[in-house]
């Protein structure tokens, strides 16, 4: 969604391309089309941006209205786009075994309960950082499912399976309510 390499060089199109952005997410602003040309779209929506933030609404684009346009273009691009993936990251070899206490392991029991709501053979486990029985039972049924080695420990091929069922369960889940 950021502005095209393209861009550089035409502050037109870029105001332009920003308005775009921002307006996705605000129905007072109109649509324009980046196409660097200072039209009566553009300046319609400069000052219909202008009237949003409480500047006079001339459909010049200013220093001030620049700023204004800049400032509320880095968090619409962030309520576009998609959501930052979180990586979990367990050392070369490393598995997470019964008794232990990790915090990763509050997020893999986070995701267990989930998909607990998904698949009828995972029992949702506690919320407690620990690799308990409860979260192994989950886990050794997550693992059977994905035919690898059902132990009940968190690895990385556990781990990356996880990762794969969980948007997925989770937007199912959503789609529910």
């Known amino acids: 969604m950021r502005p095209n390499e393209s861009f550089v ?4 199109r870029s105001l332009q391309q920003m308005l775009r952005v921002i307006g996705e997410n605000d129905d007072r602003l109109p649509s324009v089309v980046p196409d660097g040309i200072y039209g009566n779209d553009t300046v319609r929506a400069v000052s219909a941006f202008q009237r949003s933030v409480g500047l006079p609404a001339t459909g010049i684009a200013d220093q001030d209205t620049w700023d204004a346009i ?6 619409a691009l962030v ?7 979180l990586r979990i990251i367990l050392d070369p070899g490393q598995v997470i075994r019964r008794g232990e206490r990790n915090p990763n392991l509050y997020i893999v029991q986070a995701i ?7 698949y009828a053979g995972i029992l ?39 990762a794969l069922h969980y948007p997925l369960a989770a937007n199912s889940a959503n789609g529910r309510e």
């Open 124 to 162: 949702p486990p506690s919320m407690n950082g620990i690799l308990d029985i409860a979260t192994a039972d989950s886990l050794a049924s997550f693992q059977q499912m994905n035919l690898i080695p059902a132990t009940g420990e968190l690895d990385k091929h556990t781990w990356k399976q996880l």
């Open 112 to 118: 267990l309960i989930v998909l607990s709501e998904q």
């Open 70 to 75: 800049v400032a509320r273009y880095e968090p």
């Open 9 to 12: 060089g035409q502050p037109i």
């Open 79 to 85: 309520e576009q786009g998609e959501a930052e993936p």
